[in-house]
């Protein structure tokens, strides 16, 4: 079955830093679909970052990137720049041949003014 | 991008009592539903799928009898938690996707209080 770990359920930047949430996944599929997404306190689901597995560059969106590592199976997130209004709990996920999307319990990220 | 639409945003019921949660694909049509649920500071956790037109398929330990799922049109899916109890308390997202897209459009969710 796959998995998705994040090992980091809270962390606090100051603002402008950067900073980076870890993830970690397991599966035997071969081609597959990465995501980061963020849930602020309205608890709407939204898509930060989105990874292609077959694609061996970096997704980026502008102060958004991703290092993903295929043969490790880590998909890390880095936030240049961090801004307060990036305060929100963000999850690893992971799509599966089936569409199903897998979770990871989150990290809490917290921006200092 | 692709709206989805889930209403109640928010409902408190009395324990015994059934309520219905609606999604809607407000400008695509959605052959997959996906229904997941989310307990506070916790993760989302997939309950069921739903194909339009066939009936769902439930995760493990999502009890089918309690949480139906209907599906009956491109651009509506329905979750109703059956004779609810306070342990149902929580916050219920659906998914809608189309075709072969693999876009993911997440509804607002909906937060349920059984009283």
């Known amino acids: 079955a796959q998995t998705v770990t994040q090992s980091q359920p809270e962390m606090s930047v100051q603002e402008a830093e950067t900073v980076t949430l870890s993830c970690t996944y397991d599966?035997?599929?071969?081609?597959?679909?990465l995501f980061w997404y963020k849930q602020p306190p309205s608890r709407q689901m939204i898509l930060v970052i989105r990874q292609e597995a077959y694609k061996q560059q970096n997704a980026t969106e502008n102060r958004f990137s991703v290092n993903f590592q295929k043969a490790a199976k880590s998909f890390s997130l880095k936030i240049s720049d961090s801004q307060l209004g990036d305060t929100a709990m963000y999850f690893c996920?992971?799509?599966?041949?089936?569409?199903?999307?897998?979770f990871g319990k989150g990290t809490r990220l917290h921006i200092l003014p | 991008g692709a709206v989805v639409s889930q209403h109640p945003s928010w409902v408190i019921c009395k324990s015994g009592t059934s309520v219905k949660i609606e999604c809607r694909s407000l400008d695509f049509q959605a052959t997959t539903m996906f229904w997941y649920r989310q307990f506070p500071k916790q993760s989302l956790m997939l309950m069921a799928t739903s194909n339009e037109g066939s009936k769902a398929t439930y995760e493990q330990g999502v009890e089918k009898d309690k949480f139906l799922i209907n599906h009956a049109s491109l651009t509506l899916s329905t979750l109703t938690v059956t004779s609810a109890h306070p342990e149902d308390s929580s916050f219920y997202i659906c998914?809608?996707?189309?075709?072969?897209?693999?876009?993911?459009?997440f509804g607002q969710g909906t937060r349920l209080t059984v009283v």
């Open positions: 998914r809608a996707k189309s075709g072969l897209n693999t876009e993911a459009f």
């Open positions: 599966t035997s599929e071969s081609n597959y679909y």
């Open positions: 996920a992971f799509m599966r041949i089936d569409d199903k999307i897998i």
